[in-house]
Structure formats: structure tokens, C-alpha cells
């Protein structure tokens, strides 16, 4: 009963012209995609800078929003494609080896965040011409190091 008062009074907030961007409860849920998906830039810029893996997660954990946890994997797989050296390679590698081995990222949102660069990378070789055999490569280490499972690995598109 609660939630459908609670939608009724949404859908009538959104008739007086105004704009629900996300119904997913009170903390990070409310916010808008386009500042969840800004929130989760800088903090990835943040940690290529600082190399604080436990601040990443803190920060990632603070945004209350397990649910777009894929969004962080699928950001931080187009910075290491996009990247020129290992050192982008490497943090990102061990960032995402953290938030998998405690539990902050799941195997679900891991796995939709590797599918979502998988499309996507037919359009993300077009900026970035080697990005095929760098994305090989660091699906193969992540098998390697335990994030993702075989299935996911054998699905990688290859040029």
C-alpha cells in the first residue's frame, strides 16, 4: 500500500512538470544517472591520481547504488582501452580485483559491465584503434587474477 501511495504521489508530481529521474528508494537511488555516471568519473580519475584503492571503494560505496556497480566496470574497461601506458593497465587491474574480492562489486554487475563494453567496442575501436587485442589482454588478466569467469572470457570479441 505504501508504495503505491508513494507512486501516486510521484506520478503527480511529474504531471505539475516535473522530472522523476530515478524512483529507487531514499540515498544514492535518487540521483540521476547523468550525475551518478559523473560521480563515477571522478572517482576513477581520483584513483589513477592517488592509487588509494580503499578510498575508491568508500567513495564507491558511499553512492549507495549497488544496482549501477556495472557502470564502474564498464568506465574503468574504456580507461585502460583508452590509456596509452601499463600504468592505467595495472591500477585498474588491481582496483577491480579489490572491489571483486570484497564483495563490493558483484558477479552480476561485473559481468553486465564487461557485456556493455563488448558491444560497444566495434565504436570504441573507431577512437581507438588497438583497442581489440588491449581489450584481449586485460580480459585474459582479469580471467587470470579470478574476476571474471571463462564463459565471459570466451565471449570477448576479437578483431
Not at 119 to 141: A, G, M, Q
Request: hydrophobic residues 40%.
Amino acid at each position: 500500500r505504501a508504495a503505491l501511495d508513494r507512486a501516486t504521489v510521484l506520478l503527480s508530481v511529474t504531471k505539475g512538470g516535473k522530472r522523476i529521474d530515478n524512483v529507487w528508494g531514499s540515498g544514492g537511488g535518487q540521483q540521476s544517472v547523468k550525475h551518478l555516471v559523473k560521480e563515477i568519473d571522478m572517482l576513477l580519475k581520483e584513483y589513477l591520481l592517488s592509487g588509494d584503492v580503499l578510498e575508491a571503494e568508500r567513495c564507491l560505496q558511499e553512492l549507495e547504488v549497488p544496482h549501477f556497480h556495472h557502470e564502474l566496470v564498464y568506465e574503468a574497461v574504456v580507461m585502460v582501452l583508452e590509456s596509452t601506458g601499463e600504468k592505467t593497465f595495472k591500477m585498474i587491474l588491481d582496483l577491480l580485483k579489490s572491489l571483486w574480492r570484497s564483495s563490493v562489486i558483484t558477479m552480476d554487475q561485473m559481468k553486465r559491465g564487461y557485456e556493455r563494453v563488448y558491444r560497444e567496442i566495434p565504436d570504441i575501436n573507431l577512437d581507438v584503434p588497438h583497442s581489440y587485442s588491449v581489450l584481449e589482454r586485460f580480459v585474459e588478466e582479469c580471467f587470470q587474477a579470478g574476476i571474471i569467469s571463462k564463459p565471459l572470457r570466451d565471449i570477448c570479441p576479437s578483431r
